[in-house]
């Protein structure tokens, strides 16, 4: 049973649309997280929630709205998507926002624009 | 603001040889360390961290890692290392105030070769 899982595992699209990506915990966990990881590796904290809540806001373009209808889903909106949002982007989950909590990943959706 | 360190990029080791994979954070107050691994095409897993108390923490696997507060490291080390530690190894830390996002270093790839 998959604890943090997102949908669609792979996205190609032009540039200029406008994407979606779905994440899901069934972990219990009240604090969930978008990150984003460049080609290089590098990984980077995007958007944190806790209890449906934002509580990070990174220094990320407005085209990317996440939304947390409930404490089990983080999803992500791009709107106007550009060659630079080309990237592996991962949610993951915590516990509750408590210090040094351990967070779950997803397996990550890798997003290509063309 | 934290920031991470992780030397190498790459680590080409032979099996059964010993590893240390180093990282050096530095912040200006507490901080939790993690260690996190990630096999290709999937997302990161929680491999050891360090909340406080004995300094020298350990994971299932056989890994472990050392926190030194003098020196602002908390290098990863493996006395024998099997095929299947091919991976890349991140370390990450997360401050003791504020924010809990994970600040990440750029990894360090774990070749093991026959």
């Known amino acids: 049973d998959t604890a943090v899982s997102q949908t669609p595992k792979y996205l190609v699209t032009q540039m200029g649309n406008d994407k979606s990506i779905k994440c899901e915990q069934n972990l219990g966990h009240d604090t969930m997280y978008w990150y984003k990881q460049d080609s290089k590796k590098f990984l980077k904290i995007m958007f944190s929630?806790?209890?449906?809540?934002?509580?990070i806001n990174e220094t990320v373009p407005n085209r990317f709205s996440p939304k947390s209808p409930d404490k089990a889903h983080l999803n992500l909106h791009i709107n106007s998507l550009e060659l630079g949002d080309s990237a592996v982007y991962f949610c993951?989950?915590?516990?509750?926002?408590?210090?040094?909590?351990?967070?779950?990943f997803g397996d990550g959706t890798r997003l290509s624009i063309l | 603001a934290q920031s991470v360190t992780q030397l190498d990029s790459q680590v080409p080791v032979f099996e059964e040889a010993p590893v240390e994979l180093r990282c050096n954070y530095s912040?200006?107050?507490?901080?939790?360390l993690f260690w996190y691994v990630q096999y290709p095409n999937q997302g990161l897993q929680l491999l050891l961290k360090?909340?406080?108390?004995?300094?020298l923490v350990e994971s299932i696997n056989g890994f472990e890692a050392e926190f030194n507060k003098s020196q602002t490291s908390f290098h990863l080390r493996k006395p024998s290392v099997h095929i299947s530690d091919t991976a890349e190894y991140f370390c990450?830390?997360?401050?003791?105030?504020?924010?809990?996002?994970?600040?990440f270093g750029s990894g360090t790839r774990l070749q093991v070769q026959p």
């Open positions: 912040s200006s107050v507490s901080v939790y």
């Open positions: 993951a989950s915590s516990q509750d926002y408590g210090f040094g909590q351990p967070q779950h």
């Open positions: 360090y909340l406080s108390g004995s300094t």
């Open positions: 929630y806790n209890n449906k809540e934002l509580i």
């Open positions: 990450a830390v997360t401050e003791g105030t504020g924010r809990r996002a994970l600040t």
